[in-house]
């Protein structure tokens, strides 16, 4: 276990974002985010809205121990949409099921796991967040969160949510990566088939 249940959601945090390579306040005073669609970077905005989700989120990170990359952002992801979604955090949503997509390509299996993970515990996305939260205990917070509960075996109810949200992800990956992609290729054919 990378963060001990008798650390401070402030010290697991830290930690977090050394590991991670990120900066000491883990970028949230930053302008702008870099996402990457595969390997082609897309930088967006760092709102508001996007910063109070991704608060939670890194703490997310630091609870169920997923890493920042390619496959653990893909089993948090699936994680987060199960565990009772993101509530107000329209562009998390979004985020979170670009990942999925990705995520049947890059870890399948991480998927299906993060998803049933999930479908048992709960998230801190209804939560408010304040500096206060970063004082409770880790091993507090994953009790709170009914970690324990993870390791249930699913039901036909969590497959048919399982289907059900992988089409959704699938989907949304197509309306948003599909005119990255089919533009360059139309062009192409306009200048050198036509």
Same mark, same amino acid.
């Given at each position: 276990? &990378?963060?001990?249940?008798?650390?401070?959601?402030?010290?697991?945090?830290?930690?977090?974002?050394?590991?991670?390579?990120?900066?000491?306040?883990?970028?949230?005073?930053?302008?702008?985010?870099?996402?990457?669609?595969?390997? @082609?970077? &897309? *930088?967006?905005?760092?709102?508001?809205?996007?910063?109070?989700?991704?608060?939670?989120?890194?703490?997310?990170h630091?609870? %169920?121990?997923?890493? %920042? %990359?390619?496959?653990?952002?893909?089993?948090i992801?699936? *994680?987060?949409?199960?565990?009772?979604?993101?509530?107000?955090? *329209? /562009?998390?949503?979004?985020?979170?099921?670009?990942?999925v /997509?990705?995520?049947?390509?890059?870890?399948?299996?991480? @998927?299906?796991?993060?998803?049933?993970?999930?479908r048992?515990?709960?998230?801190?996305?209804? %939560?408010?967040?304040?500096?206060?939260?970063?004082?409770?205990?880790?091993?507090?917070?994953?009790?709170?969160?009914?970690?324990?509960? =993870?390791?249930?075996?699913?039901?036909?109810?969590?497959?048919?949510?399982?289907?059900?949200?992988?089409?959704?992800?699938?989907? @949304?990956?197509?309306?948003?990566?599909?005119?990255?992609?089919?533009?360059?290729?139309?062009? =192409?054919?306009w200048?050198?088939?036509?």
């Amino acid at each position: 276990m &990378i963060y001990a249940p008798k650390m401070t959601l402030k010290e697991a945090r830290a930690e977090y974002f050394r590991r991670s390579g990120f900066a000491e306040d883990g970028g949230y005073t930053e302008p702008w985010i870099k996402v990457k669609v595969w390997r @082609i970077p &897309i *930088w967006l905005p760092n709102t508001a809205g996007r910063v109070a989700a991704v608060k939670l989120h890194d703490l997310h990170h630091v609870l %169920t121990e997923y890493p %920042t %990359t390619w496959r653990g952002e893909a089993e948090i992801s699936a *994680w987060e949409v199960s565990s009772g979604g993101l509530q107000r955090f *329209w /562009a998390g949503w979004w985020l979170d099921l670009m990942n999925v /997509a990705q995520g049947l390509v890059v870890n399948p299996r991480g @998927i299906y796991r993060g998803f049933m993970r999930g479908r048992n515990t709960a998230n801190l996305f209804a %939560t408010e967040y304040n500096d206060k939260l970063l004082d409770g205990l880790v091993g507090e917070y994953r009790n709170r969160l009914k970690f324990e509960n =993870a390791a249930l075996s699913p039901s036909v109810a969590d497959h048919l949510a399982f289907g059900f949200w992988v089409t959704v992800s699938a989907l @949304i990956y197509m309306v948003s990566v599909g005119p990255l992609v089919l533009t360059p290729l139309l062009i =192409a054919y306009w200048i050198f088939v036509r």
